[in-house]
């Protein structure tokens, strides 16, 4: 009797839990009636943070949009290759929030949806949250992208008490904080600046210039001290900038970021991608005659990197790159393919792959 008590006792804790109530990343009380096992993601870049806590995440979907599978098709290869049953699953959406087909919700009968914050700011997105919730889905809103050093580790917990994953998920989420607090104690010891850094969004010669603000990946500049040039001309997601701004502002550190095959870009970087790829198309980004004068481009202090950290909770190792770049008198220890690489051996039900930073030598 005592064996088969405590062979039924976690199921039976688990089962307890429910219904849970809980705070999402936009302050929105989420209750959940059950053990969630059939989850629509309203950005397919979601699948990213599922599958660092759960062994088949896949199993878990009764629908997503197709957004990675567009925009990074490598990656997506990846997961089919691992998890066949990916590509079979319904796609409701392109992942904009806009394009949700509510016909093909309602076919699926779902009992999770997990949206991005971006799409949860959009008119499309609250349309989408209140016809999910009406239909008995409750929506749970996460927060990889705008205020990331806050909300990916909390996310991530959260998502791991939801699933039923708490100690793996706890386990990411340690992870990424104490490298994030070696990176800021290091910074709080050395308060001297560090340089001025440009950070241009899919970058093309026949244009001038997309630049992070200090959000998202932007804050990631500034833990290491360094100071972005936009910071205080830009709104904090970011914008365009003219030629003139750079060549006044005259950025010490040029950092680009892209994703793979130049789908957006002439810079090619990220999932599937050789490092003599993300290198020669790097190379030939800072040909362009405003980027060549930069003084960092000039000094060889010329940097790339996957853009969709923007939208996972592997965001932590752009953190890393950011501190070896920007700071090598504080960071030459810190080496975030190695942080890569432990993800991958311990959180990563499949591995990442590629070339996702870059440095011009």
Not at 39 to 53: P, W
Not at 145 to 157: A, G, K, L, V
Not at 182 to 206: K, S, W, Y
């Amino acid at each position: 009797m005592t064996s088969l008590f405590l062979a039924l006792a976690p199921g039976a804790a688990a089962e307890q839990r429910f219904p849970m109530t809980i705070t999402d990343a936009i302050g929105r009380q989420v209750t959940i009636k059950e053990r969630p096992g059939a989850i629509l993601l309203g950005s397919g870049f979601n699948l990213v943070a599922l599958s660092l806590i759960h062994p088949d995440p896949v199993s878990l979907l009764a629908g997503w949009s197709g957004d990675m599978k567009g925009d990074n098709p490598e990656i997506y290869r990846d997961f089919v290759e691992k998890f066949p049953a990916l590509a079979d699953v319904p796609i409701i959406g392109d992942g904009t929030g806009q394009g949700l087909s509510f016909e093909t919700i309602l076919s699926l009968k779902a009992d999770l949806a997990i949206l991005a914050n971006w799409q949860a700011d959009t008119e499309p997105g609250k349309r989408a949250i209140d016809y999910l919730e009406a239909t008995g889905v409750p929506v749970f809103v996460v927060d990889f992208n705008s205020d990331p050093i806050r909300n990916t580790p909390e996310n991530m917990r959260l998502l791991g008490k939801i699933l039923q994953r708490e100690d793996q998920a706890n386990a990411f989420a340690d992870f990424y904080e104490e490298r994030l607090k070696r990176i800021t104690d290091r910074v709080a010891a050395h308060p001297q600046p560090g340089p001025t850094v440009l950070m241009e969004a899919f970058p093309n010669p026949d244009r001038c210039c997309f630049a992070y603000g200090t959000g998202g990946l932007g804050e990631f500049i500034g833990i290491t001290g360094s100071r972005n040039v936009t910071d205080g001309n830009l709104p904090r997601q970011g914008g365009l900038v003219s030629s003139e701004y750079l060549i006044a502002a005259d950025p010490q550190v040029y950092i680009a970021t892209a994703s793979p095959g130049g789908t957006y870009s002439a810079f090619s970087v990220g999932p599937g991608v050789s490092a003599d790829e993300a290198s020669s198309t790097l190379g030939e980004v800072v040909k362009n005659p405003v980027l060549a004068n930069l003084s960092g481009v000039r000094e060889g202090r010329v940097h790339g990197l996957w853009n969709f950290f923007n939208a996972v909770p592997l965001n932590i190792l752009a953190a890393e790159a950011f501190a070896h770049w920007l700071r090598p008198d504080l960071f030459a220890d810190i080496d975030p393919d190695q942080s890569l690489k432990e993800i991958n051996a311990r959180f990563a039900a499949v591995p990442f792959n590629g070339a996702y930073w870059i440095s011009l030598k």
